[in-house]
């Protein structure tokens, strides 16, 4: 899969394409369909699909200090985009000076001149250009002018998540803050995930017998609530089991809150430095102060145990 950032990155030389616009944040399941809706036709059409889609979020341009939480950054889109099939992804830098094109400029600039779209597949509710005017409809009667059609696809998936509310990257943003790990996987089509670099800690866990992977978060992350979670930590292609902590360790009067994996019976493990990536299956229990290093102890030995009860059900199916 090609990966383009900015509108110079295209080849020069590329033609007609199936095209698909948004933030896409998390990949879920009502995106899906759109997306492989794309790459369905693109491939019935014999032309390549792609995503375009924006960084930062177009909410912290319009909106300083309002970028949402993210639910996967952008080279994990383009992860699961790619297993989706599409053949390029483009990440638009969202300027000010972008934000402010009319919505038939952004078309011609975008659609138009660049990617050659021979068709755009979108949801109902998609919106583009300044104040984003543009809507689906907009969009088709450009498709007139310039030679393009436009699908509208109906992204709204709903299961138990949310109470029955339709799919979204709000309401997975919602669940995961409120610790609904397991609901943000329904909607997600796979669990959670947090990344970033292991760094050093205060080491308590090594001394208690538990060493943790100390994970410094990309900007912006999602990050569950605080409590301690089943998942995985994934390192270099392998995916270990693991108890997750999320919080501030109130048992030493932490002030900074941190997410810490313990790869449950691997002993030896050296990551510091190493970029991993945490996958939250299950909550466990809130985050607690406990009357004694000894109760904690029990406590951690009791959470390693249903961890890895959760993890070994679920791999089981």
């Given at each position: 899969m090609q990966r383009w950032r900015g509108l110079e990155d295209i080849p020069q030389d590329w033609?007609?394409?199936?095209?698909?616009?948004?933030?896409?944040?998390?990949?879920?399941?009502?995106?899906?369909?759109?997306?492989g809706r794309a790459v369905e036709r693109a491939r019935e059409l014999g032309?390549?699909?792609?995503?375009?889609?924006?960084?930062?979020?177009?909410?912290e341009v319009v909106r300083p200090g309002s970028h949402?939480?993210?639910l996967a950054p952008h080279h994990r889109r383009a992860e699961l985009m790619a297993e989706l099939g599409?053949?390029?992804?483009?990440?638009?830098?969202?300027?000010?000076?972008?934000?402010?094109?009319a919505p038939a400029d952004f078309i011609v600039k975008v659609l138009v001149d660049k990617l050659h779209a021979q068709l755009v597949i979108e949801g109902p509710n998609f919106r583009f250009g300044h104040k984003a005017?543009?809507?689906?409809?907009?969009?088709?009667?450009?498709?007139?002018?310039?030679?393009?059609?436009?699908?509208?696809?109906?992204?709204?998936?709903?299961?138990?998540?949310?109470?029955?509310?339709?799919?979204?990257?709000?309401?997975?943003?919602?669940l995961v803050a409120e610790g609904d790990v397991a609901g943000a996987a329904?909607?997600?089509?796979?669990p959670h995930r947090v990344e970033g670099i292991v760094?050093?800690?205060?080491?308590?866990?090594?001394?208690?017998?538990?060493?943790?992977?100390?994970?410094e978060t990309l900007p912006h992350t999602a990050i569950p609530s605080d409590g301690v979670y089943a998942g995985w930590l994934n390192v270099n292609g392998?995916?270990?089991?693991?108890?997750?902590?999320?919080?501030?360790?109130?048992?030493?009067?932490?002030?900074?809150?941190?997410?810490?994996?313990?790869?449950?019976?691997?002993?030896?493990?050296?990551?510091?430095?190493?970029?991993?990536?945490?996958?939250?299956?299950?909550?466990?229990?809130?985050?607690?102060?406990?009357?004694?290093?000894?109760?904690?102890?029990?406590a951690m030995a009791a959470d390693v145990k249903r961890c890895s009860e959760l993890i070994s059900a679920y791999e089981r199916g």
């Open positions: 033609g007609r394409s199936v095209v698909t616009i948004g933030s896409y944040d998390g990949v879920h399941r009502g995106h899906q369909l759109i997306i032309v390549p699909s792609v995503v375009v889609t924006f960084d930062p979020h177009p909410s949402p939480p993210l599409v053949d390029a992804v483009l990440i638009l830098p969202f300027t000010t000076e972008f934000s402010r094109l005017a543009g809507n689906v409809q907009l969009l088709t009667e450009l498709g007139e002018t310039y030679d393009y059609r436009v699908e509208v696809i109906d992204l709204y998936v709903s299961g138990e998540a949310g109470g029955g509310e339709p799919f979204s990257s709000t309401l997975t943003r919602r329904e909607i997600l089509g796979r760094v050093r800690g205060a080491q308590r866990g090594r001394e208690l017998g538990f060493p943790t992977a100390n994970v392998e995916a270990m089991p693991a108890a997750i902590s999320v919080g501030t360790n109130p048992q030493f009067d932490g002030t900074e809150r941190t997410v810490e994996a313990y790869a449950i019976d691997r002993v030896g493990l050296d990551l510091y430095g190493l970029h991993v990536a945490v996958d939250f299956l299950a909550y466990v229990r809130g985050m607690l102060k406990f009357d004694s290093i000894d109760e904690l102890l029990v």
